[in-house]
């Protein structure tokens, strides 16, 4: 199927074009047709999915149809996002999306002076990307009124529950108009969320894209055995190979994702770490001297990661296993993106076995073992990890690529083995 197929109007087809994609993916497929019969819509979609553009090109499609209101300029879509990172990629989607169509998209999110915001939504707007506490604060102001919005989108929402934001979706719930559209996306659903989307959604179509649609079994993935000791030695040894341009590494934790940033960074390898305990400035510089590759390794924790949208994206790294392995899933889907080539590597100690087990039982497939290099297991005595209950999913396998296997260097002392 093609985006000509869906009944999108030409102008965004150019759009969309000019951005480089030419086949919807399953939830742009599913979605965009029900969103321009004005259905409200369920989708369960995680990130890496197409999520965004499943919902912004119908927005726009439907906004931009009638033209009454190009001189008012009111707030006619809202679109809900727990973090600012995630509001200014969907901004940003909008905006490229909807560059021939003359609809003005505004993003509100906290941790900055609000003058730039507020100037923007006086000269009017048709679309405002918001993170909630901001937007309330607005709208308390007397800025934002949300009084004519036809399209309300609330985004993922099982983020938003985790980072307590539900009470300021409900406020925002009560202000909205009764008579609009509204979509409704989540990772999961858990029984708050599917509560939540009871009292948000009038007889919603439900759309889902299950583990088997996104991108794993076209992603390249291999495991080293290592010790805990050695992962740094062998995290450095791996990024000396100069074919990985940009890499993604995941650490569990905000103090881990800083140490292995600083450690990397002494090797004269430009890496810089992303969390919570980041302020929003600083995440935001460092994710853009990574999308602009002044910044090669990006360290960040799953939290601060989610929503993260880089394109060509090649390499993943797990330093450390995740111990859920959904997470797994979402980690290395960062990379793959819309059919690319992607690498994810993961370090695996011996604590840390049962993981990846679970990992494999998830992905049905074993994840191949990079047994040639510097730094093997040599501590076997494993701590058994907890079990995990998976869907099962089909994917293929791929051969392992041995690149990142280069002679270690000497600062972090002789490799336990030798080639």
């Known amino acids: 199927?093609?985006?000509?197929?869906?009944?999108?109007?030409?102008?965004?087809?150019?759009?969309?074009?000019?951005?480089?994609?030419?086949?919807?993916?399953?939830?742009?497929?599913?979605?965009?047709?029900?969103?321009?019969?004005?259905?409200?819509?369920?989708?369960?979609?995680?990130?890496?999915?197409?999520?965004?553009?499943?919902?912004?090109?119908?927005?726009?499609?439907?906004?931009?149809?009638?033209?009454?209101?190009?001189?008012?300029?009111?707030?006619?879509?809202?679109?809900?996002?727990?973090?600012?990172?995630?509001?200014?990629?969907?901004?940003?989607?909008?905006?490229?999306?909807?560059?021939?169509?003359?609809?003005?998209?505004?993003?509100?999110?906290?941790?900055?002076?609000?003058?730039?915001?507020?100037?923007s939504l006086q000269g009017g707007v048709d679309i405002v990307v918001a993170t909630p506490g901001r937007l309330l604060d607005l709208m308390n102001q007397g800025f934002i009124s949300l009084r004519e919005v036809e399209i309300?989108?609330?985004?993922?929402?099982?983020?938003?529950?985790?980072?307590g934001f539900i009470h300021d979706v409900k406020k925002l719930i009560q202000v909205l108009p009764k008579k609009r559209q509204s979509l409704f996306f989540s990772a999961t659903m858990p029984p708050e969320i599917v509560k939540l989307a009871n009292t948000i959604l009038f007889k919603p179509s439900k759309v889902s894209v299950s583990p088997e649609s996104l991108t794993v079994d076209i992603i390249k993935q291999y495991v080293y055995f290592t010790d805990k000791g050695s992962k740094n030695a062998l995290l450095v040894d791996i990024l000396k190979d100069k074919n990985i341009k940009t890499a993604l590494v995941f650490t569990r934790t905000k103090h881990g994702a800083d140490k292995v940033a600083r450690i990397i960074s002494k090797q004269n390898i430009k890496a810089e770490a992303i969390h919570g305990n980041k302020s929003q400035n600083a995440r935001q510089k460092a994710l853009?001297?990574?999308?602009?590759?002044?910044?090669?390794?990006?360290?960040?924790t799953d939290i601060a990661a989610r929503g993260i949208d880089i394109e060509e994206l090649e390499y993943v790294i797990n330093y450390e296993i995740p111990n859920i392995a959904e997470t797994y899933v979402h980690r290395i889907g960062r990379t793959g993106r819309a059919g690319a080539k992607g690498t994810a590597i993961s370090f695996c100690d011996a604590s840390e076995k049962g993981f990846l087990k679970d990992i494999e039982k998830l992905i049905s497939k074993k994840i191949p073992v990079i047994e040639n290099h510097s730094f093997p297991l040599m501590d076997h005595d494993p701590v058994k990890a907890p079990k995990q209950q998976h869907v099962k999913r089909n994917t293929s396998h791929s051969r392992p690529n041995t690149a990142g296997n280069n002679k270690a260097k000497k600062w972090y002392g002789k490799s336990k083995t030798s080639r």
């Open 1 to 119: 199927m093609s985006f000509q197929s869906l009944n999108i109007i030409e102008p965004i087809l150019e759009a969309v074009k000019q951005e480089g994609y030419t086949i919807p993916t399953p939830i742009q497929e599913q979605s965009i047709p029900i969103i321009l019969q004005g259905t409200d819509l369920l989708g369960c979609a995680q990130t890496g999915t197409g999520k965004t553009a499943a919902f912004a090109i119908p927005i726009l499609q439907l906004l931009s149809a009638d033209k009454t209101y190009v001189k008012k300029r009111k707030i006619r879509s809202l679109v809900v996002t727990p973090t600012r990172e995630l509001a200014i990629q969907i901004g940003e989607s909008f905006k490229a999306y909807g560059r021939h169509v003359g609809l003005n998209c505004t993003v509100i999110f906290g941790g900055v002076n609000q003058n730039k915001q507020t100037s």
């Open 152 to 163: 309300f989108v609330l985004d993922e929402a099982d983020r938003m529950l985790d980072m």
């Open 288 to 300: 853009t001297n990574f999308k602009e590759q002044i910044t090669r390794v990006l360290v960040a």
